[in-house]
């Protein structure tokens, strides 16, 4: 009798498949030791021009899904809210979901295509909904979501190329009950008896980066009292409307069967704040904050704080009110984005750290800027995190690119000189999403692993080396301290203007498509570093890249007061 082949998908049902014949569908299991040893045929085919397509498409789709979800959902919650309205706190969830629900289908459509797998659906529970837009990167990356999932995607699409077979399983079961009771909480805001005192001011500050002084200055320069709201929270146990979840589909022009899929079960996976809980999100900000602000002044506040979501969009959906954002990372303009995109169109003004795109783009400058003690002698080495589940964007690894970058990181302290070893210093994103920080301790026991802040390592560095084109690499080419990177131009599709300024860096080594390359650079220049770093060229080099993507500028607050003047 011909023995099954199983399908394992993930850490979560893998004990019950580890003795038999078995496929797996992510073969990391969330272990690191399985990423790098694994061979993972299928992220091969995720190449760029693959992802480039994949991205139109799934752009596409989003306006249709959402051009009826946002009908629909103003049906059913009675309410009449704009379209800016839903845009705002409705897109970056479909995002999320869209993107992670459509990999998991092609990855699954490329194993059945292989052979005909046998697995097991192992727990009748409910699907895992995020309660809040704080937890959702939570959910969608745990293991427990990602099963359900793909067992969905499974039974939905492929009864015919699988055996399915039902078989409770009180653990798996326990643990999907485990994250729902653990992310199931609801946000409010913390009433105050002076909150009185807030309710007519002409701008809202929505804390972000910067410090309570520089904070205080904003809300001063313009002669009110700094807002200092806070945010609380608690359990929360609502009761699902599944005779609504399970009635209702959306209504557009399916062409494939994924979008089928999409208008079946959308209303399943909604999160509760659109549906049970809207009415708390939508009305909890009334008498906190301001009842008609002129200006919402926002730096990063549009994806992961669902009060401020609402009290946003309630706001700038009545076209009396301005918002202005404030760039907050490294994508945006150097790569397609679907973050860069949905805040610059989101936004009346938006606040960049150099480049201009649009009319309602404007020059401001890097949020933080490092200092550097000159006697320093240490080679920081700042390292990524990334999704334990693969989503389209270019600030994402795929398995096969994370399984690469951890064996570069291995591997890199074999091409520094030995006198230089002791120098370097490892330093991990505090994300630390696969416990890499601990997989690398014990690859690498004689590197020091750095948790200082990051402004204490960069000071006390004599080059800091960002082994992913990041935020601390714009932040420290801003304060003009040495640094290099590694870019590959491969993976990403970017300008013709932005190739240019990256090729020039490159050219003047501070930029690097190799570590090999890296590597001889530092263990050539590492003594005379700031010889090589103030050279004519390499400065040159560094300030027409400065001024589109890390311009310094030396008083941000008189700036941004004086960008609110022109708008009020």
């Given at each position: 009798?011909?023995?099954?082949?199983?399908?394992?998908?993930?850490?979560?049902?893998?004990?019950?498949?580890?003795?038999?014949?078995?496929?797996?569908?992510?073969?990391?299991?969330?272990?690191?030791?399985?990423?790098?040893?694994?061979?993972?045929?299928?992220?091969?085919?995720?190449?760029?021009?693959?992802?480039?397509?994949?991205?139109?498409?799934?752009?596409?789709?989003?306006?249709?899904?959402?051009?009826?979800?946002?009908?629909?959902?103003?049906?059913?919650?009675?309410?009449?809210?704009?379209?800016?309205?839903?845009?705002?706190?409705?897109?970056?969830?479909?995002?999320?979901?869209?993107?992670?629900?459509?990999?998991?289908?092609?990855?699954?459509?490329?194993?059945?295509?292989?052979?005909?797998?046998?697995?097991?659906?192992?727990?009748?529970?409910?699907?895992?909904?995020?309660?809040?837009?704080?937890?959702?990167?939570?959910?969608?990356?745990?293991?427990?979501?990602?099963?359900?999932?793909?067992?969905?995607?499974?039974?939905?699409?492929?009864?015919?190329?699988?055996?399915?077979?039902?078989?409770?399983?009180?653990?798996?079961?326990?643990?999907?009950?485990?994250?729902?009771?653990?992310?199931?909480?609801?946000?409010?805001?913390?009433?105050?008896?002076?909150?009185?005192?807030?309710?007519?001011?002409?701008?809202?500050?929505?804390?972000?980066?910067?410090?309570?002084?520089?904070?205080?200055?904003?809300?001063?320069?313009?002669?009110?009292?700094?807002?200092?709201?806070?945010?609380?929270?608690?359990?929360?146990?609502?009761?699902?409307?599944?005779?609504?979840?399970?009635?209702?589909?959306?209504?557009?022009?399916?062409?494939?069967?994924?979008?089928?899929?999409?208008?079946?079960?959308i209303f399943k996976h909604l999160p509760p704040f659109f549906l049970e809980l809207f009415k708390h999100y939508n009305n909890e900000s009334i008498g906190v904050l301001s009842k008609e602000p002129k200006i919402i002044f926002n730096v990063n506040r549009l994806w992961w704080f669902t009060l401020l979501m609402f009290y946003t969009a309630n706001k700038i959906s009545l076209n009396k009110t301005k918002l202005i954002g404030y760039q907050h990372g490294c994508n945006y303009y150097l790569y397609e984005s679907f973050f860069h995109d949905h805040e610059i169109n989101s936004c009346d003004l938006y606040l960049t750290w150099g480049w201009k795109l649009y009319n309602n783009t404007k020059k401001l400058g890097v949020s933080r800027i490092f200092n550097r003690d000159?006697?320093?002698?240490?080679?920081?080495?700042?390292?990524?995190?990334?999704?334990?589940?693969?989503?389209?964007?270019?600030?994402?690894?795929?398995?096969?690119?994370?399984?690469?970058?951890?064996?570069?990181?291995?591997?890199?302290?074999?091409?520094?000189?030995?006198?230089?070893?002791?120098?370097?210093?490892?330093?991990?994103?505090?994300?630390?999403?696969?416990?890499?920080?601990?997989?690398?301790?014990?690859?690498?026991?004689?590197?020091?692993?750095?948790?200082?802040?990051?402004?204490?390592?960069?000071?006390?560095?004599?080059?800091?080396?960002?082994?992913?084109?990041?935020?601390?690499?714009?932040?420290?080419?801003?304060?003009?301290?040495?640094?290099?990177?590694?870019?590959?131009?491969?993976?990403?599709?970017?300008?013709?203007?932005?190739?240019?300024?990256?090729?020039?860096?490159?050219?003047?080594?501070?930029?690097?498509?190799?570590?090999?390359?890296?590597?001889?650079?530092?263990?050539?220049?590492?003594?005379?570093?700031?010889?090589?770093?103030?050279?004519?060229?390499?400065?040159?080099?560094?300030?027409?890249?400065?001024?589109?993507?890390?311009?310094?500028?030396?008083?941000?607050?008189?700036?941004?007061?004086?960008?609110?003047?022109?708008?009020?």
């Amino acid at each position: 009798m011909k023995k099954r082949d199983y399908l394992c998908i993930n850490s979560l049902d893998y004990p019950i498949y580890k003795n038999k014949k078995h496929s797996k569908l992510h073969i990391h299991l969330h272990n690191i030791e399985n990423l790098l040893n694994g061979k993972n045929e299928i992220f091969k085919k995720f190449d760029k021009k693959k992802l480039l397509l994949r991205k139109k498409y799934l752009n596409k789709l989003r306006k249709k899904v959402f051009e009826s979800s946002f009908k629909e959902l103003n049906k059913i919650n009675k309410v009449n809210k704009s379209k800016k309205y839903w845009n705002m706190v409705f897109m970056p969830w479909l995002f999320q979901f869209l993107d992670r629900s459509f990999h998991s289908y092609e990855m699954i459509k490329l194993l059945s295509k292989k052979k005909n797998y046998t697995t097991y659906n192992l727990s009748n529970e409910e699907i895992i909904l995020p309660s809040c837009y704080e937890n959702l990167p939570d959910i969608y990356n745990s293991n427990e979501w990602n099963y359900q999932i793909s067992l969905e995607i499974i039974e939905y699409f492929f009864k015919n190329e699988f055996k399915i077979i039902k078989k409770n399983n009180n653990l798996i079961s326990n643990k999907i009950r485990k994250i729902n009771k653990k992310f199931n909480k609801i946000f409010f805001f913390k009433k105050k008896i002076y909150s009185k005192l807030f309710f007519n001011q002409k701008i809202v500050f929505l804390r972000g980066y910067f410090g309570k002084f520089d904070y205080n200055r904003l809300n001063f320069n313009f002669n009110q009292l700094p807002n200092n709201y806070q945010i609380l929270s608690k359990k929360v146990i609502f009761k699902k409307n599944s005779e609504l979840r399970n009635k209702n589909k959306l209504n557009f022009k399916i062409e494939n069967d994924f979008e089928k899929y999409i208008r079946d079960n959308i209303f399943k996976h909604l999160p509760p704040f659109f549906l049970e809980l809207f009415k708390h999100y939508n009305n909890e900000s009334i008498g906190v904050l301001s009842k008609e602000p002129k200006i919402i002044f926002n730096v990063n506040r549009l994806w992961w704080f669902t009060l401020l979501m609402f009290y946003t969009a309630n706001k700038i959906s009545l076209n009396k009110t301005k918002l202005i954002g404030y760039q907050h990372g490294c994508n945006y303009y150097l790569y397609e984005s679907f973050f860069h995109d949905h805040e610059i169109n989101s936004c009346d003004l938006y606040l960049t750290w150099g480049w201009k795109l649009y009319n309602n783009t404007k020059k401001l400058g890097v949020s933080r800027i490092f200092n550097r003690d000159k006697d320093g002698e240490k080679i920081l080495i700042v390292n990524r995190s990334t999704s334990k589940y693969f989503f389209n964007d270019p600030s994402v690894f795929n398995e096969l690119e994370w399984s690469n970058y951890l064996k570069e990181l291995i591997n890199l302290p074999k091409k520094i000189a030995p006198h230089l070893i002791k120098k370097l210093v490892y330093r991990m994103h505090p994300s630390n999403t696969w416990n890499e920080k601990q997989y690398l301790k014990k690859k690498l026991n004689n590197i020091y692993f750095d948790e200082a802040d990051i402004k204490k390592s960069v000071k006390e560095s004599k080059m800091v080396i960002c082994t992913f084109l990041d935020t601390t690499f714009l932040n420290c080419i801003s304060s003009n301290i040495p640094v290099l990177t590694v870019f590959d131009f491969k993976r990403v599709n970017i300008s013709r203007m932005n190739y240019l300024l990256l090729k020039n860096l490159q050219k003047q080594k501070i930029l690097f498509e190799n570590y090999d390359d890296l590597c001889a650079h530092i263990n050539k220049n590492y003594h005379n570093i700031e010889d090589w770093w103030n050279s004519r060229k390499v400065q040159n080099s560094i300030n027409k890249f400065v001024n589109i993507h890390a311009f310094n500028e030396s008083n941000k607050i008189k700036k941004i007061t004086e960008y609110i003047k022109e708008l009020l």
